[in-house]
């Protein structure tokens, strides 16, 4: 398990297109477990692609990740993936197919949502909830958020770890 | 008046406690006894099937689920619900849990007079 102050797993993964990303090469990287079907990923989800946005300016990567098995979850599949960027929910944001888990074991992703920010160094400094209200939308992902701007800033967060909260990850029997 | 109140969950999603409270909380506003919730966890995919379980929770009234599970499968997963406002909400709205232990109610007691319905409508 990466703990808060280790370096974080190196990975490569395709896209809805197919394109490879991996993280890195910007001076804080947002890795953020998710999926179609889990209604609190699904609550956060704005929030989530409101901060990549906000904070694209400063070079900030934000990579969306569905690791759910597609076989039992079929909303979580490719083509559900696919439709969901093509409608224009992820602004941008890639969002990657782990298809193997392998990425979500590594991390030790437990939920949808589960947060991990990496600073330049591939270095995790903050893991856990974008915010602590899946409800309010007032709360704006501000853990995330203040995560950022520390590690930007080349400060340690505040607040490191938060409890993930969320649908558990669906993995393969 | 007999009114069978139910509540299925699955334990891997953490939104039943949320779910029951909130119940609780409209089936005593309602003037209905909360004690008499029937609780039920769904374990395995088979019994999700037999239940015709689509997520959790799901809140169902003389056998009627307050939200119509639609074309979603029967499975072990978190439900996606949509409150009044148009968020996205792992539990149902409660003034939508409300609305149907009154139409239940209304339906067992064709002499009760119902209350105007209070939806608003989703932008």
């Not at chain 1, 890795?31 to 699904?42: D, K, M, Q, R």
């Not at chain 1, 941008?92 to 392998?102: A, H, I, S």
């Not at chain 2, 139910?6 to 089936?27: G, I, T, Y």
């Not at chain 2, 239940?104 to 608003?120: G, K, L, Q, V």
């Amino acid at each position: 398990m990466t703990a808060i102050g280790d370096p974080t797993p190196t990975f490569a993964l395709p896209d809805t297109e197919g394109i490879m990303h991996e993280p890195g090469g910007a001076p804080a990287t947002v890795v953020v477990f998710t999926c179609n079907h889990c209604p609190y990923a699904l609550a956060w989800h704005d929030r989530v692609v409101a901060l990549a946005r906000d904070y694209a300016d400063r070079g900030v990567r934000v990579l969306a990740i569905n690791p759910n098995d597609a076989e039992r979850y079929p909303r979580d599949s490719q083509q559900a993936m696919r439709e969901r960027v093509r409608r224009g929910d992820f602004d941008g944001v890639p969002y990657l197919r782990d298809e193997t888990q392998e990425v979500a074991r590594a991390y030790d992703a437990k939920t949808t949502p589960d947060v991990f920010v990496l600073d330049a160094g591939g270095v995790l400094r903050y893991r856990g909830a974008p915010d602590a209200d899946y409800e309010d939308l007032e709360q704006n992902a501000v853990f995330v958020r203040d995560a950022l701007d520390a590690v930007l800033a080349g400060r340690e967060p505040e607040e490191p770890q938060t409890p993930p909260v969320g649908c558990s990850i669906k993995w393969r029997e | 008046m007999c009114m069978r109140v139910e509540l299925l969950f699955w334990e891997d999603c953490p939104s039943h406690p949320r779910a029951l409270a909130e119940l609780r909380m409209a089936m005593t506003e309602e003037g209905l006894d909360p004690s008499t919730i029937a609780v039920r966890e769904i374990q395995t995919q088979a019994e999700a099937t037999r239940e015709r379980f689509v997520g959790s929770p799901t809140i169902r009234i003389d056998g009627v689920d307050i939200q119509s599970p639609g074309e979603e499968p029967f499975g072990l997963t978190c439900r996606v619900y949509h409150r009044r406002d148009g968020r996205i909400s792992p539990t149902p709205d409660p003034a939508d849990v409300r609305d149907a232990l009154n139409a239940a109610r209304s339906a067992t007691e064709p002499d009760r007079p119902t209350r105007p319905n209070r939806r608003i409508e989703r932008s």
